[in-house]
Every structure is written in structure tokens, then in C-alpha cells.
């Protein structure tokens, strides 16, 4: 059984800084890409980042680009989403996901954790 449990989000001020937490279990990572979105109040839902696991290469969405980081803990499965210099239109439900490595289609998704940023 695959699960996606994420942490990290609350409630910071417009500069501020979140690391969010992507926990997996139930897959065999190396073969998949861990990817972060977001979705906005009435707004679609949004690529932030990903990882492949096997390589460790990273891709981000250029709008986030220099203000997003993802990496990933080998040993705890773990998956993180350091985002800096956050800004009140950074406020969103931030999910993580997986897809299998060479597609773009994520299969499986977290419950989402809440990010608030406020001016």
C-alpha cells in the first residue's frame, strides 16, 4: 500500500521560510519521481518541483525557480520542499505525488498540507 504523508506547512510571514516534509512508504523509490504541487483557493492545481530518485536529478517550475529547493533523504524515504522568501501568493495546499520514472503521470498523492503566507 502506497502512502504519502506530508508535513511542514502552517503559517509564516511574507519573507519567511518552510520546509515541507513528503514521508513515503509502500514503493520502490528508485524507480519513481517524487514531485511537489500546489493548489490555490479557485486556482488549478500547479507543478512546484520533483526529484527522480534513482538520479537525484531535480526539476522545478520556472516561476519557482531560486526560490524553491527539493531534496530527498535515502535513508528515511523522505522527500522535502524547501521553499524561501515566500510570498502571500505562495499560500495553497501543497501536495506531494509520485509518478513512474519516464512518465509525467503521478499515480499516487498525499492529503496535502496547508501553507499560509501573510503579509
Known amino acids: 500500500q502506497v502512502q504519502l504523508v506530508e508535513s511542514g506547512g502552517g503559517l509564516v510571514q511574507a519573507g519567511g521560510s518552510l520546509r515541507l516534509s513528503c514521508a513515503a512508504s509502500?514503493?520502490?523509490?528508485?524507480?519513481?519521481?517524487l514531485g511537489w504541487f500546489r493548489q490555490a483557493p479557485g486556482k488549478e492545481r500547479e507543478f512546484v518541483g520533483s526529484?527522480?530518485?534513482?538520479?537525484?536529478?531535480?526539476y522545478y517550475a520556472d516561476s519557482l525557480k531560486g526560490r524553491v529547493t527539493v531534496s530527498r533523504d535515502n535513508v528515511k524515504n523522505t522527500v522535502y520542499l524547501q521553499m524561501n522568501s515566500l510570498k502571500p501568493e505562495d499560500t495553497a495546499v501543497y501536495y506531494c505525488?509520485?509518478?513512474?520514472?519516464?512518465?509525467?503521470?503521478?499515480?499516487?498523492w498525499g492529503q496535502g498540507t496547508q501553507v499560509t503566507v501573510s503579509s
Open positions: 505525488a509520485v509518478a513512474p520514472q519516464g512518465t509525467t503521470s503521478y499515480v499516487y
Open positions: 509502500g514503493l520502490t523509490f528508485r524507480s519513481y519521481v
Open positions: 526529484i527522480r530518485w534513482s538520479t537525484g536529478d531535480k
